[in-house]
């Protein structure tokens, strides 16, 4: 039996164009996602073993959706239930105003956010939890559309810990590594929320730009604000982005989630994939930055990174073994040992299929991921 692929329809424009193109006026094996379908209540177009999720569709219209079709009807809540695009700093932080900091209390992530906790992080209302697995479904689609746009071995993630200050020396590192990285041509990725992950994005953002104007944007950062606590974290990120937009062909994307709602999402994150389901986030980083793991010091749930990547190379989860890059030798050899645990578990066998560097130096971090890629 020949399988079938359905064609996405993510937005009006591509409604429009697949209807010019229909075949004897009837639109087969299409997924339509969020579309408003009122520009064409008017037309004899039919449907056929089509998907319909969260459309508006006039009353004209569903007269012809033939019985083999399936409509989710739009669900209402608190978030999207079917977005049909990753998030932005425009789309997470709807109604924030970078000059009015207590906005943030009523912006679009804040407000998600109160929703989460206030049904429970494990939701016991079974409309709460069809619509929040439905909403990361599509979360998902729409990352892997983005990361189509890559090799997989051009995914590369950066680990580390969320309390990361902003002057801090390996906050500055972390930054020119991703920076250089994304200039050649990697997609930087990260858990998308503040520290050793906002330097991750923060890099790929002024990729293309002078050391000068990194160094002023750091500065910028710095003022306001050390750490995600502060009261200006998130303005001053703001204003980095108005004084120093983004070069539209660099991107990287930040995944983090509810789970850790009090952390925000950094914005300098041009692609945001926001989850419900830590699970799902925690697993799926690993599971995409099959161009190499860049670890950086962090504490628990660093570590805890760091023996499931070393799980998933032992065993080529994914095919292949993937570089695992330790960006401080005192850190990862004295504080928490987990480099040398690793060594000593190669050398007795237990681990296979490692790829173990470890140095101080940004500019080694670059030269093995790219020279391995």
């Given at each position: 039996?020949?399988?079938?692929?359905?064609?996405?329809?993510?937005?009006?424009?591509?409604?429009?164009?697949?209807?010019?193109?229909?075949?004897?006026?009837?639109?087969?094996?299409?997924a339509f996602q969020g579309i408003d379908f009122s520009a064409l209540k008017n037309s004899e177009l039919g449907f056929k073993d089509c998907l319909f999720f969260g459309c508006l569709i006039p009353n004209e219209l569903q007269?012809?959706?033939?019985?083999?079709?399936?409509?989710?009807?739009?669900?209402?809540?608190?978030?999207?239930?079917?977005?049909?695009?990753?998030?932005?700093?425009?789309?997470?932080?709807?109604?924030?105003?970078?000059?009015?900091?207590?906005?943030?209390?009523?912006?679009?992530?804040?407000?998600?956010?109160?929703?989460?906790?206030?049904?429970?992080?494990?939701?016991?209302?079974?409309?709460?939890?069809?619509?929040?697995?439905?909403?990361?479904?599509?979360?998902?689609?729409?990352?892997?559309?983005?990361?189509?746009?890559?090799?997989?071995?051009?995914?590369?993630?950066?680990?580390?810990?969320?309390?990361?200050?902003?002057?801090?020396?390996?906050?500055?590192?972390?930054?020119?590594?991703?920076?250089?990285?994304?200039?050649?041509g990697v997609l930087m990725m990260s858990g998308g929320g503040p520290g050793a992950m906002e330097a991750t994005h923060l890099g790929a953002w002024m990729a293309g730009r002078s050391i000068q104007e990194v160094d002023d944007?750091?500065?910028?950062?710095?003022?306001?604000?050390?750490?995600?606590?502060?009261?200006?974290?998130?303005?001053?990120?703001?204003?980095?982005?108005?004084?120093?937009?983004?070069?539209?062909?660099?991107?990287?994307?930040?995944?983090?989630?509810?789970?850790?709602?009090?952390?925000?999402?950094?914005?300098?994150?041009?692609?945001?994939?926001?989850?419900?389901?830590?699970?799902?986030?925690?697993?799926?980083?690993?599971?995409?930055?099959?161009?190499?793991?860049?670890?950086?010091?962090?504490?628990?749930?660093?570590?805890?990174?760091?023996?499931?990547?070393?799980?998933?190379?032992?065993?080529?989860?994914?095919?292949?073994?993937?570089?695992?890059?330790?960006?401080?030798?005192?850190?990862?050899?004295?504080?928490?040992?987990?480099?040398?645990?690793?060594?000593?578990?190669?050398?007795?066998?237990r681990y296979k299929n490692m790829i173990l560097s470890i140095t101080d130096n940004p500019a080694e971090v670059v030269d093995t991921i790219i020279n391995w890629k």
């Amino acid at each position: 039996m020949e399988r079938i692929l359905y064609k996405e329809i993510e937005t009006n424009e591509g409604l429009l164009e697949a209807a010019k193109n229909a075949k004897s006026g009837v639109l087969e094996h299409f997924a339509f996602q969020g579309i408003d379908f009122s520009a064409l209540k008017n037309s004899e177009l039919g449907f056929k073993d089509c998907l319909f999720f969260g459309c508006l569709i006039p009353n004209e219209l569903q007269m012809r959706i033939k019985d083999d079709c399936v409509v989710f009807p739009n669900i209402r809540m608190p978030f999207n239930v079917f977005p049909n695009a990753l998030y932005n700093a425009e789309t997470l932080y709807k109604g924030y105003d970078p000059e009015k900091e207590d906005s943030f209390n009523s912006c679009y992530d804040t407000l998600v956010y109160q929703h989460y906790i206030s049904e429970g992080k494990q939701a016991k209302d079974i409309k709460e939890t069809l619509t929040r697995s439905i909403h990361d479904h599509f979360i998902s689609d729409a990352m892997y559309d983005l990361l189509s746009n890559y090799g997989e071995r051009s995914v590369v993630g950066i680990m580390g810990g969320h309390s990361l200050k902003r002057d801090d020396e390996g906050y500055r590192k972390i930054v020119l590594i991703s920076k250089e990285l994304t200039e050649k041509g990697v997609l930087m990725m990260s858990g998308g929320g503040p520290g050793a992950m906002e330097a991750t994005h923060l890099g790929a953002w002024m990729a293309g730009r002078s050391i000068q104007e990194v160094d002023d944007a750091l500065k910028i950062l710095c003022d306001a604000s050390l750490s995600f606590n502060g009261g200006k974290w998130l303005s001053s990120a703001f204003q980095v982005m108005r004084k120093y937009p983004r070069d539209k062909k660099y991107r990287s994307l930040g995944i983090p989630t509810w789970f850790y709602g009090h952390e925000p999402a950094t914005p300098f994150a041009s692609d945001i994939a926001k989850y419900f389901d830590n699970s799902i986030r925690e697993d799926g980083i690993l599971a995409i930055a099959k161009g190499g793991i860049i670890y950086t010091p962090g504490s628990a749930g660093t570590i805890q990174e760091v023996f499931q990547d070393a799980a998933q190379n032992h065993y080529c989860t994914f095919g292949y073994a993937s570089p695992m890059v330790f960006l401080g030798e005192e850190f990862f050899t004295k504080e928490v040992p987990v480099y040398p645990f690793i060594q000593d578990m190669v050398a007795r066998g237990r681990y296979k299929n490692m790829i173990l560097s470890i140095t101080d130096n940004p500019a080694e971090v670059v030269d093995t991921i790219i020279n391995w890629k």
